[in-house]
C-alpha cells in the first residue's frame, strides 16, 4: 500500500496542530425511540436498514493481505487484561470457534473489496507489542501525541515495532487512568493514519481506552451504565473485567473500519472523507437480530448471567454487528434468521 497523489495532498493539507478523527466510536445507543427497531412486521430487517444508506467505494486500497495486528500497552496493564484482548483478536481468524462466532462476525468485513476484487484479508494476526509502562507522553495525551506514542514504539532501541505499512495495523490501547483528547465526551477510540512528518512512515492505527475509571457507564455500556439511566441495571460482562470487556466491542468497530477504510479514501458513506460514515458507524449499539433505537438486538445470555453474542477460542464477547453493503443492513453471525 502506498500514498497515492490524493492521499498525499490530503497529509499535506492535514494540519499538525490538531487531528480529526476519521470515525470516533461509542457504544452507549442513541437513547430514543425507534419503533421501526421494535415493530415485526413485513421485513424481518430492522437492523439500520435503510434505502438511503449508499456506502461507496473511493478506489483506496483496502487490507487484502495477511493482516498483522501490532499493539502498543500505554500504561499499567494486568496480564489477565492483555489475554482478553489477545484471545479477542486471535479469535477473528479462528475458523473452527463456536457459532456464533467472532471469525463469523469478520466475514461480514471481508465482504469489502477493493478495485482489482480483492476482498479484505481473512487472515488476522497477532504481531509484536510493545509496553509503554512509564507514560512516554503523560497521562493526558492529545490525539497528536497518540502519534508521538507509536513512534516511540517503532523507533525504540530495543526490540522496536516492525514498520508494516502495506497491511500491519497499530493499535494503541490506553489504562484506565490516561485520559485521551475528546474521551468519554465525545468518543471510546478512533482511528487515523500517522504522518509521516511525526512518524516518518505513513501507518493506520487505532487507538481505544479503557473507560473503568473515567465513564463506564459510556464507554463500557452495557455493561455499566450512566447515572442519568436511573433503574437500569448493568449486564453481566463475560470476561469479569468492565472496563477491557467494553473495550472489546470498541476495537472490533475500529478493526473493521480499519481494514476497509486504512487510509480514509475506501469505502464510506457520504460525501466528506475527513467526516465519513463508516461501516461500523451504521451499526452503533446494534448487537443482535431487531436491534436499534435503544434496543440493542437480541443477543445471548451464558450459565453464568453473562452477557455476549460471539464465541471466540477460548472466551465470549459483545461486540456490535457491522454494515453489510450487498444487502444495505447491519448484520452478525447470532442473527436469528441465518
Known amino acids: 500500500m502506498h500514498a497515492g497523489p490524493v492521499l498525499l495532498s490530503f497529509i499535506t493539507a492535514a494540519t499538525l496542530v490538531t487531528i480529526t478523527p476519521v470515525t470516533g466510536y461509542r457504544p452507549l445507543p442513541h437513547l430514543k425511540p425507534n419503533s421501526s427497531g421494535l415493530q415485526l412486521g413485513g421485513s424481518k430487517k430492522f437492523e439500520g436498514s435503510s434505502s438511503f444508506v449508499h456506502m461507496r467505494y473511493h478506489m483506496g486500497p483496502v487490507l487484502t493481505g495477511n493482516i498483522t495486528v501490532h499493539t502498543i500497552w500505554y500504561g499499567g496493564w494486568q496480564k489477565s487484561q492483555k489475554k482478553i484482548i489477545r484471545d479477542f483478536i486471535g479469535s477473528i481468524s479462528a475458523v473452527n470457534a463456536e457459532h456464533p462466532s467472532v471469525a463469523g462476525w469478520w466475514e461480514t468485513v471481508r465482504l469489502y473489496d477493493d478495485q482489482t476484487g480483492a476482498n479484505v484479508s481473512g487472515e488476522v494476526r497477532l504481531g509484536q507489542e510493545k509496553n509503554d509502562r512509564f507514560y512516554s507522553q503523560g497521562k493526558s495525551l492529545t490525539r497528536l501525541s497518540l502519534q508521538s506514542v507509536i513512534k516511540s514504539a517503532v523507533t525504540a532501541r530495543t526490540k522496536p515495532l516492525p514498520i508494516n505499512p502495506q497491511s500491519g495495523l497499530y493499535l494503541v490501547l490506553t489504562s484506565d487512568d490516561v485520559y485521551v483528547q475528546d474521551f468519554c465526551g465525545q468518543v471510546c477510540g478512533f482511528h487515523y493514519f500517522t504522518f509521516p512528518s511525526i512518524v516518518g512512515y505513513t501507518l493506520p492505527y487505532a487507538w481505544v481506552g479503557n473507560s473503568a475509571q473515567l465513564c463506564p457507564g459510556i464507554c463500557a455500556y452495557p455493561f455499566a451504565v450512566?447515572?442519568?439511566?436511573?433503574?437500569?441495571?448493568?449486564?453481566?460482562?463475560?470476561?469479569?473485567?468492565?472496563?477491557?470487556?467494553?473495550?472489546?466491542?470498541?476495537?472490533?468497530?475500529?478493526?473493521?473500519?480499519?481494514?476497509?477504510?486504512?487510509?480514509?479514501?475506501?469505502?464510506?458513506?457520504?460525501?466528506?472523507?475527513?467526516?465519513?460514515?463508516?461501516?461500523?458507524?451504521?451499526?452503533?449499539?446494534?448487537?443482535?437480530?431487531?436491534?436499534?433505537?435503544?434496543?440493542?438486538?437480541?443477543?445471548?445470555?451464558?450459565?453464568?448471567?453473562?452477557?455476549?453474542?460471539?464465541?471466540?477460542?477460548?472466551r465470549r464477547y459483545l461486540v456490535q454487528w457491522v454494515w453489510n453493503h450487498i444487502v444495505s443492513y447491519c448484520t452478525g453471525p447470532n442473527a436469528l434468521d441465518q
Do not use: F
Request: with cysteine; proline share 7%; aromatic share 6%.
Open 226 to 314: 450512566p447515572e442519568y439511566m436511573q433503574g437500569v441495571q448493568p449486564l453481566k460482562s463475560p470476561n469479569g473485567d468492565v472496563g477491557v470487556d467494553g473495550m472489546i466491542s470498541v476495537i472490533g468497530h475500529e478493526l473493521a473500519e480499519l481494514a476497509t477504510n486504512p487510509l480514509v479514501n475506501a469505502w464510506y458513506a457520504g460525501d466528506d472523507p475527513v467526516a465519513p460514515v463508516e461501516i461500523a458507524d451504521l451499526c452503533e449499539g446494534i448487537y443482535g437480530t431487531g436491534g436499534g433505537g435503544s434496543y440493542m438486538g437480541q443477543v445471548l445470555e451464558g450459565r453464568d448471567g453473562a452477557t455476549y453474542n460471539m464465541n471466540g477460542i477460548r
